[in-house]
């Protein structure tokens, strides 16, 4: 007979507290109820077969409170058997049955595999401090690292996406490593630009065991890429940091969402806090070896469909007739000098390429000694992108953790990561190359050298673009030590050091011969250097006592401290033509720029948390946080945080509900404060730059800061209903409200109508976020061979504007409307194409007679999610197992036709003769058509462009971007052999993985799920790999 007990709660004890008090509300339990009593109070986790042990055997003890220990010798009694207690788990086996030291490795999995009714009693670590989750008062998620599927897919943040509610990440570009958009309840702060387009990433902070170790973009690259325009604030875009860790070597992740949960990281968590930790070896025993290899092949999940060279003749054609212009070889060169039998469809050349990628990680794990246990993990991942070229990504990590604990007194842990990655790209986007003209010539004459033009018409040489090349490399060294000693049995110190550094090189390169003969520009060789350091230090005294009758108490204080350093330089080669590859070069054609930043947090705190018979939970934060991002008149401020906590189902309540085994009442309210205002500083800024090669520095201002910067303040409130139903199904239901006040705007210096050169101000302004979230988890089939999980996470989020003082003297009066969403779509109200005349009509809003703006713009929509989650189902029959998971949102965006018209379809201008979608087959052609896109018009006066203006700021443009998508459909067939003496497991596991496999949307010429036609898209991938323990 083996009872098992996991005691994951203790991770920051590293022991079983056999002191803590139980409090038995029954006389004479059975087993199974004093077990479950335990759990509930305790969070801790009983494993055990009903064959091995009578369950329903009385145990002789009183209504009263007793200890642990007390009760576990009584169940030895019992059954005539003996526990031993090894580091966090408790085994308990026949008395005349020696305990093996690794016997509890045989009932791992099945520990693992833990009943949904005591989910909410896990113990869990939030901030700095354990606490059980039946004790829990904040808003917290969780995802373990064998539930992440961003380890078949590269993309860290790819493998968050729809998992957790109330985490949106949106997909910025389909090329690997590029940056995602990561948001935790909704858009807070307006910014310094107005525009949907401008508003600020407001990103989390990612914690790496603890470590603030990113820069706050998490963006990598200082030049502009494939990748994106990393000075582009909106975006959200560029080369991320995450692409540096490897998702093997991840043992879970927690989201932090509410005051409560994040007031122990100060401004530092005012967007929300994502806790990364590493894995490490937490058994006995000897040493384990794994390793994983896959491989596999991606293509673009979308491909937006062109024009033929027949539909494009026929729309240049109609677009010179309705101008009243002559179809001739002057307006429309392309149709008289290139045949128009030929045709090549540039997406598929561009973007209709498979690329290969390979993953492989390695790790060893096991002990040193009784005292001293040791994991490393050795990965490598090379990705191929899907154009015609030679370009990849690779990513080589590697992660040491040392864990050494003498006794109940001392623990220490030790980690450390380094990795490297480099990624090759063109240095622009290719995406606008699709619509090259689809009769141009071959890109390449019969001596393979690049061709500009045909009988005289010059052209832009898609192939020559993409020898446009950009290089970034990167090196991460990022390290932590971790020190827990125990004073006395109810003081421990802990203490966090932390240090890491990230150099990134960059590199981009624009050769003089592959240039377009029909701009005539210089080559240009630029590189960048830029060096991140961080330094953090976190100590902190802890008091906890259980015994007050059940009750517990625990008090904290302690501190933070951050250094983060950022140093750049941006090298400028300007080539001018030449025979070389680049040219010849001058002195007079470099330029240098020279950028330093340095940002310091220090912050203190106290708190107490208070436990009432595991029934009601109490926890109150205050802390001071100062940063160095605020004048010095208010750097420092006072915040703080209060959340309860009531287990209404405990007791003779719990014995009368049958149906209902556990049920929670939370909620908690706070203040936070947000310090980051982007790469803003509190006074002037200047950028050192040296030009001509010269001694001679000259010193660029940056824009105007002012003196009085304030913290941007968010007022935090949260209400959570926590059900569970049996082992069979567990729910929760969330309720948040978040207000940001004293919003972080830019002010124009008089005169001014623009944000280009203002300085930026605190504003009497104020952002509403609140939503609901849900989520549920169910075992509807839980046998032997056969097992059905399943969990549903939606989240239903809402943004307002509530006020802003003068909004119609200011900048962003055209874009905000008090009472709608910082992404509403203010629009001309689209009624229809004039079937008589084919032009696009509009309502008259002010009923003046005529068309325009601001006048006749009303809100017509919202551009950000009304819903987004995820369905994940998981099958296991004997050795088989298939997870399917599915991710979607409801959403308005701009409909890709809207970027079409970016690029003056039917133009007769030589440098835009560009090819548009097959959206445009539903245009206005003759009288009487009944068509839902005006007519084109080649000529650019005031009046076509005026109504193409009229057509583009119009409702039209707003579509429907909803979205499912199979995210990962995955089928393994795994075997256990017992390969070694000492008879631990071995296993060997075969798996065929897809991602993206297919995707349920109206949204039409684009991918939905980046919904930006000038992107490249998602990729759809197929991995078949294999993995090994021994």
Known sequence: MIIGINGKGYAQQNFVDTAVAIVIVKSNPTVRGLLRTIEKQVGVIFSYSNSDIDIFKRCELPASVVSLGTILRKITTIFNSSYIIIGRDIVFT?????????????????????????????????????????????????????????????????????????????????????????????????????????????????????????????????????????????????????????????????????????????????????????????????????????????????????????????????????AGFDNNPVTAPELYRWPLTRYTDWTKYLIGNTAQFTLLHTTVRGNIGPSLKFYAGLGLRQEDLILPT??????????????????????????????????????????????????????????????????????????????????????????????????????????????????????????????????????????????????????????RDSSYNGNSISLTIGTNYLIQKESSTITYYNHNSGTGLYGFLSDNDIQIQNNHQEYRYLGMFGGMSYDIRNRFSFNFTIRNDGSSNISSAERFTMFGAFGAGWNFLSGKIAEKIGWLKSGKLRGSIGIVGNDQYGDYKSGNELTMQSLNSLPLQNFEPRPFRSSTLDWEKTTKKDLTLELGFGERLSTSIAWYHNITSKQFISVPLSGQRSASFGYPSNHQASVLNTGFEFWLESKPVSGKKFRWQTSVALTLPKNKLLSFKDLESSIYKNFLTPGQSLTAFPALVFTGVDPATGEAMFQDINKDGKISFPEDQIIIGDRAPTLYGSLHNQVSFKQWELTVFIEGRQQKNLDPIYFDYQYSPG??????????????????????????????????????????????????????????????????????????????????????????????????????????????PSVRSFMLGFAVKL
């Open 94 to 322: 026949k008395a005349e049955q020696p305990v093996h030291k690794d016997l509890y490795f045989v009932k791992a999995e099945e520990m693992e595999k833990r009943s949904l009714e005591t989910a909410l009693q896990d113990v869990v670590v939030i901030g700095f401090s354990p606490e059980s989750r039946s004790g829990k008062t904040s808003s917290v998620s969780y995802v373990y690292g064998k539930d992440l599927y961003a380890r078949y897919n590269p993309d860290l943040a790819a493998g968050l996406q729809g998992k957790i509610p109330g985490l949106l990440i949106t997909e910025t570009n389909g090329a690997p490593g590029v940056n995602s958009r990561i948001q935790i309840r909704g858009q807070q702060s307006i910014g310094l630009l107005p525009g949907a387009e401008n508003l600020p990433v407001n990103n989390p902070l990612i914690l790496i065991n603890g470590i603030n170790a990113l820069p706050n973009k998490l963006v990598l690259n200082k030049l502009s890429s494939m990748a994106g325009n990393p000075t582009n604030n909106g975006s959200g875009g560029g080369i991320s940091l995450l692409d540096l860790i490897n998702p093997e070597d991840i043992e879970d992740i927690t989201i932090l969402k509410d005051a409560d949960a994040t007031a122990l990281y100060g401004s530092r968590g005012a967007h929300g806090v994502i806790q990364i930790q590493t894995r490490k070896e937490t058994q006995n025993g000897p040493a384990k070896f794994s390793a994983q290899m896959a491989t596999g092949i991606a293509r673009a999940a979308f491909r937006p469909k062109m024009m033929n060279t027949e539909q494009y003749a026929a729309m240049k054609k109609e677009a010179l007739a309705n």
């Open 907 to 1016: 133009s007769f201008r030589k440098d835009m003769l560009s090819n548009q979608s097959q959206s445009f087959l539903q245009r206005w052609r003759v009288p009487g058509d009944q068509a839902s896109l005006p007519r084109l018009v080649a000529k650019q006066d005031g009046n076509a462009s005026s109504a193409i203006n009229n057509f583009i700021n119009s409702s039209r443009m707003l579509t429907d971007a909803s979205y499912l998508r199979l995210r990962t459909l995955m089928i393994s067939w795994s075997q256990s052999n017992n390969w070694r003496n000492d008879q631990v497991p071995g296993k060997v596991k075969v798996f065929i993985a897809m991602q993206n496999l297919f995707t349920l949307t109206r949204y039409k010429g684009g991918d939905p799920t980046i919904q930006n036609p000038m992107e490249i």
């Open 390 to 543: 030679d370009d990849q990504s690779q990513q080589y990590g590697l992660h040491i953790n040392l864990n050494y604990s003498k006794g109940k007194k001392l623990n220490t842990s030790f980690d450390l990561t380094l990795s490297n990655s480099s990624n090759t790209q063109p240095s622009f986007d290719p995406m606008p190359l699709l619509r090259l003209a689809p009769n141009a010539p071959a890109l390449l004459n019969e001596k393979e050298r690049p061709v500009f033009e045909e009988n005289g018409l010059s052209f832009t040489n898609i192939r020559s673009v993409l020898r446009n090349t950009y290089f970034a490399n990167t090196d991460l060294l990022m390290s932590s030590i971790k020190l827990d000693y125990a004073v006395t049995q109810k003081i421990i110190f802990k203490l966090q050091l932390g240090v890491s550094r990230i150099k990134t090189y960059e590199t981009s390169l624009i050769p003089v011969k592959d240039f377009d003969i029909l701009y005539r520009r210089a080559g240009l060789y630029v590189d960048a250097t830029t060096y991140w350091k961080s330094f953090t230090v976190e100590p902190h005294l802890q008091y």
